[in-house]
């Protein structure tokens, strides 16, 4: 069964002093199967960030389903949808969202802080992730006082410490030089191999090329998806980039 | 550019900053009002004609130097706050091409608007109250009310002057303030890094000893005497200690609990602990400034409030009748009988009437032994000194209602401190054999516990004598006499019956007095007094306010991103609630129980320097101060509710 699975989705806003409807989604529907990694590509205002927050549990959608593991999470209670978001998901933003008056271990101890585990218990889960992101010597320091691929590993360590069944990025390449974005999408490619599910928003070309499926979405529904399949990572680019230029010059939708 | 446009930019500007400026504005006028009060009420011509309205006026004189310092220390000090959050706009203006002396040109603007306001509203808000001030201290001192309108020119005059200088120098230290920086560092002071504070146990431990002592002092101070001196002292380690309480020791005690894991990484605990840690930091003189102007207006309002309301008592204590006649030297040679007689002759009849002779001098007892020298002994003097009241059996035996008789040799004595262990008491070399210690003597109830004093009964009037002979030879030139009380209530109009009484030339030898005009002259004393300590308090509670108002705006601007990030990793809403509320609750409530706690400590001494104003019931000071307490408590409450209200209005717009 699908880890993820998207059916219906639709959102409409309505301005709030004029009675215009705009759509920001019309008609999504995709699944993710666990040990994914994918990718979602549009230009701005195509509605990604819209989906995002949806999948986020940070908005709700005006009609449609979002099941997680089966369970719907558009209609999660607001009392539980912490609760949820702490459990089951973990996030990575493009401006990172550290807080300044924590240092960097107590960044990353946040989530598990907030679901009320034990220090010994927290410390046992921070040791190997710390490895594997090779920040164990900046965890004493303060998110202002490193470096921004620091800082979004730092992040990353905050998003994959619960154990969540997904990983949200969005835009998480989108502050970072080109080093710390070939480094950071390296680290999404070893966590993603130990099972970890991603999906990722992204406009980026060379961060959708890592992901094993890159979904395009266009005027609030899923345009096209390209499958990596056993393309390497220079075919997958260029896949994806001619994808990109027919979405551009408005090739029609095919199935 | 046209003048016009920099005056509709500062207009522009005032109304955006609309928040934080008109609470400013508000303070302005409200100093400005004040000032001009003091200084119309200390100048009106009407408060010449009232009995006692001069002694009042001096007390203003020095209220208005008072009130004059602070206006320029709260003006200066919410005005630097004020430019310190619009500095990002000042940096935006200097990126979109406006050169300094252009912005120096709208903030000239911007200042001349905000002082023209508050100089009109003030003063005349000061012209519409200064009557109602007017009646209400002719009310409490109890004179005739002198109808009209009265316009203080020399108010209006050194308003304009002196709130007009602090605004020049407030617009010549916010165009430093501007020269100094660089935009791009004006744009991204928001966006620093706020460095972890360190615990400082150095400070933190002065900080410690520095309260500890004050307290001490405070406590174990026995002498009213020397309470003047160590309580200045005592205040000053307080207020020292009351800022490092708060910079220093609050951060090393939160630095304690994170470093207790388990106890740290709990949900609340990890907010709080951090939040506070970063809030202390910035926040810490504020607070501190705030927790000792709050034990300010309860110390000034309580024992303000405790004078005025013990005046009756004060009174009765000074004045056990309602005349009293004293005299010195010659006079005091006099026989009570014929005195008594020769007011029966002049139309007065004395009723329960007192008269004793009495030889007062000091010294130091000490194993039954009168020390007079003191400078072999090196001793504090101050400290150390005790006071004897001799008086003879008989002047005082009805009164004190006391049978038996004396020898020459001996005596009965009475202390205010502990009784006399020794048989026998050696005073200016001569042997008294202490017949009986007495457990109460009424003469004494009225007396203010100042000093450690004995009362020394001795057989007759032959003997006090020869004492204050034995007294001369050892102390000299600064022995003291005898002199002679006579004291009596009388029926007849009080006026008449002095006039009288000073009109008589075998009498006029005594000094006179009465109770009703020593009563007047306290209480316009005490009104004047009372007046400035509300005045002040009145003061120091809008400081007070203004302060807490602003902290909870920045703070709340602070506290917003974080509390959005926090939700988005997953923060329950109810948490957010309960972090928000658990901070602000501390940082405001803490300079409110730090200042009750300096209160309760500050009352012992305080107790002890009443005394010296003759006010002797303490218990009237506890509760006038657990009355100031409350209210003023009612009042932070109330202070409370508004500004929460404005920071979760910030806070809360994405949560």
Redesign the interface.
């Known amino acids: 069964m699908a880890l993820l699975e998207v059916k219906n989705l639709k959102k409409v806003y309505t301005t709030r002093f004029t009675q215009n409807q705009v759509q920001a989604l019309s008609n999504v529907n995709f699944s993710v199967n666990k040990g994914e990694y994918v990718a979602i590509m549009g230009e701005s205002g195509s509605g990604k960030t819209t989906l995002l927050n949806i999948l986020a549990a940070?908005d709700k959608p005006t009609s449609g389903q979002v099941l997680l593991h089966g369970k719907d999470i558009t209609h999660i209670s607001?009392?539980e949808i912490?609760?949820f978001?702490?459990e089951h998901l973990g996030?990575v933003?493009q401006d990172f969202?550290?807080?300044?008056?924590?240092?960097n271990r107590?960044n990353i101890?946040?989530?598990?802080?907030?679901?009320?585990?034990?220090?010994p218990e927290?410390k046992k889960r921070l040791d190997p992730i710390v490895k594997q992101l090779g920040i164990e010597n900046i965890l004493d320091k303060?998110?202002?006082?490193i470096s921004g691929g620091q800082k979004q590993r730092v992040a990353v360590a905050?998003a994959i410490i619960t154990n969540p069944d997904l990983i949200l990025a969005d835009e998480p390449t989108g502050a970072l030089d080109s080093k710390s974005t070939e480094e950071l999408l390296h680290l999404f490619g070893t966590i993603n191999a130990n099972q970890q599910t991603i999906v990722m928003v992204t406009h980026s070309t060379k961060a959708a090329s890592h992901a094993s499926r890159v979904l395009f979405i266009k005027d609030g529904k899923i345009f096209h998806e390209i499958y990596k399949g056993n393309k390497n990572l220079d075919q997958m680019y260029q896949c994806i980039s001619d994808t990109l230029t027919l979405l551009a010059t408005g090739g029609v939708h095919h199935e | 550019m046209s003048r016009a446009f920099y005056l509709n930019l500062a207009v522009d500007n005032l109304k955006k900053n609309a928040r934080t400026i008109i609470p400013y504005i508000l303070t302005s006028v409200l100093t400005t009002m004040m000032l001009y009060m003091v200084v119309s009420l200390a100048t009106n011509p009407h408060l010449d004609e009232i009995v006692g309205g001069a002694s009042i006026k001096q007390l203003l004189g020095f209220g208005i130097v008072i009130i004059e310092i602070f206006a320029f220390i709260f003006l200066f000090y919410t005005h630097s706050f004020l430019i310190k959050r619009r500095q990002k706009e000042f940096a935006l203006f200097s990126i979109l091409g406006m050169e300094k002396k252009h912005l120096a040109r709208v903030l000239f603007y911007e200042t001349l608007i905000t002082l023209l306001v508050s100089l009109i509203l003030g003063i005349g808000l000061g012209i519409l109250l200064d009557k109602a001030m007017f009646l209400i201290i002719a009310k409490m001192i109890g004179a005739d009310i002198v109808l009209g309108f009265y316009f203080s020119f020399f108010g209006m005059r050194q308003c304009v002057l002196v709130i007009g200088l602090i605004y020049v120098l407030i617009y010549f230290y916010s165009m430093i303030r501007i020269h100094i920086s660089s935009p791009i560092e004006l744009l991204h002071s928001d966006h620093?890094?706020?460095?972890?504070p360190k615990a400082k146990w150095f400070l933190s431990i002065i900080g410690i000893l520095c309260l500890g002592i004050g307290y001490y002092l405070s406590i174990s101070t026995k002498n009213p005497l020397s309470a003047l001196y160590v309580f200045f002292v005592a205040v000053v380690l307080v207020i020292i200690g009351t800022y490092l309480l708060f910079t220093s020791i609050s951060v090393t005690f939160l630095k304690l609990m994170k470093k207790n894991?388990?106890y740290y990484?709990?949900?609340n605990h990890?907010i709080s602990i951090?939040?506070m840690?970063?809030r202390m930091k910035q926040n810490a003189v504020g607070l501190a400034n705030i927790c000792i102007l709050s034990t300010m207006v309860l110390v000034m309002l309580s024992t303000t409030l405790s004078m005025w309301t013990s005046i009756d008592r004060v009174v009765d204590s000074q004045y056990p009748r309602d005349f009293i006649g004293t005299g010195y030297g010659e006079a005091s040679n006099i026989d009570f009988d014929e005195m008594s007689e020769e007011l029966i002759r002049m139309g007065i009849v004395p009723k329960n009437f007192l008269a004793y002779k009495r030889l007062h001098y000091a010294g130091y007892l000490k194993n039954g032994t009168l020390i007079t020298d003191y400078q072999n002994e090196g001793m504090n003097a101050v400290n150390e000194i005790q006071e004897f009241y001799c008086l003879p059996l008989k002047d005082i035996q009805d009164y004190e209602n006391m049978k038996g008789s004396l020898k020459p040799n001996e005596i009965y004595v009475y202390s205010n401190v502990e009784k006399v262990k020794e048989k026998t008491l050696s005073l200016f070399g001569k042997e008294y054999v202490v017949k009986k210690q007495l457990d109460h003597l009424k003469m004494d109830e009225n007396n203010p516990n100042v000093t450690e004093h004995y009362y020394i009964i001795v057989d007759s009037e032959k003997t006090l004598e020869r004492m204050q002979q034995d007294q001369l030879n050892v102390y000299d030139d600064n022995a003291s006499t005898i002199y002679a009380s006579y004291l009596f209530d009388c029926d007849a109009n009080d006026r008449r019956v002095i006039e009288k009484l000073t009109q008589n030339g075998n009498i006029n030898n005594f000094i006179w007095t009465n109770k009703s005009d020593q009563k007047q002259g306290l209480i316009e004393l005490y009104a004047g007094i009372l007046f400035i300590g509300i005045f002040l308090s009145f003061l120091f509670i809008m400081a007070t306010i203004l302060i807490m108002y602003y902290k909870q705006i920045t703070e709340g601007y602070e506290d917003k991103d974080?509390f959005e990030?926090?939700?988005?990793?997953?923060?329950?809403?109810?948490?957010v609630k309960k972090a928000i509320h658990s901070q602000v609750l501390t940082v405001f409530f803490m300079p409110l129980l730090v200042a009750g706690l300096h209160v309760c400590f500050a009352y012992p001494m305080i107790e002890k320097l009443l005394h010296l104003l003759f006010v002797s019931d303490a218990w009237l000071y506890v509760r006038t101060t657990a009355m100031c307490f409350v209210a003023f408590a009612l009042v932070y409450i109330v202070i409370y509710v508004l500004t929460s209200k404005v920071y979760y209005g910030i806070v809360k717009r994405n949560v």
């Open positions: 940070l607001e009392k912490a609760n978001r702490r996030f933003f969202n550290l807080l300044d008056n924590f240092n107590d101890f946040l989530p598990l802080v907030l679901s009320k585990k034990k220090y927290m303060f998110p202002y006082e905050r | 620093m890094g706020e460095k972890e894991k388990n990484y709990k949900t990890f951090s939040g840690m970063y974080r990030i926090m939700q988005k990793v997953g923060l329950e809403q109810s948490d």
